[in-house]
């Protein structure tokens, strides 16, 4: 029995000696993690952040806290107290709990090409159409889409302008019988034409589902990708077009087609009024 008792009793004592060795190593490799430099300080955000937001209010409500990270984990450029960020404003969104890298920050160098990462030589140009046009949520930031315009019978319109937008053999068929000879067109018929075959989408701001697939009418902002000529086609479109509509193009195409204008007769003309 004695035996038993003292085997018993070295057993819970080098349970204890066990146990005491575990807490010493964790508590070691603690310590050596905090003063080793294992660790850095970032700041997060308790919640997201969208594009062009002053931070100064979001500060005063204490929207930010510092963490530490593994220093092989911290991120280029990564803000590492919140006071940095005073009198910020962000160029990019921030998603909560992620660490905050000075490139999306005010004060930080822009990415090239900026947030939207317009093309070099190109122009980000900003529109609003309506639900139907910009693709009812089906395109998002990235796609390729034609830019479609179409002008109705008896619209008045620069020839000049329209040399951007239709091609010789187009511009000579609606010009055919105007007898025009002057600056300005007399638009004979309805047409539409590609003004632009292929630009990329830089940003969406698409309307939220309601009753599930269905979306709400709505303005959507659009901004695309140009080259100044293109943005200069597509914004006389905007203000002197009937309509201007975005076509989706499938991922594998990036170039869009080379399609004539879509050349008709008005109503008026199909049954032989002639409105007064």
Known sequence: MRSRGLVVAIA???????????????????SDAVTGGALSV??????????????????????????????????????????ELRGQTTTAPVLANEQIAIARLSSGEAPEGGPLGISEGNVGLPMVLEGGPAGYGNIQRGDNVVVYATFKAGQVVQ???????????????????????????????????AVVPSARVLNIENPAAVEGTKFSETDIPVTLDLSPEDAGAVTYALVNADLVNLGLLPPENEDGYSAEASLGASFDDIVGAKGA
Do not use: H, M, W
């Open 159 to 193: 020839k000049g302008a329209l040399r951007q937008i239709l091609s010789p053999a187009q511009l000579a068929k609606v010009l055919q019988g105007t007898g025009s000879t002057g600056p300005v067109v007399l638009i004979p018929f309805q047409f539409t034409v």
């Open 42 to 83: 970032v700041v997060v955000s308790k919640q997201d952040i969208p594009a062009n937001t002053n931070l100064n209010p979001l500060i005063d409500e204490g929207v930010f806290s510092e963490l530490k990270v593994p220093t092989d984990a911290v991120v280029g450029g990564a803000v590492t107290g919140v006071a």
């Open 12 to 30: 819970v004592v080098l349970a204890i000696v066990a146990a005491a060795a575990v807490i010493l190593y964790t508590n070691g490799v603690k």
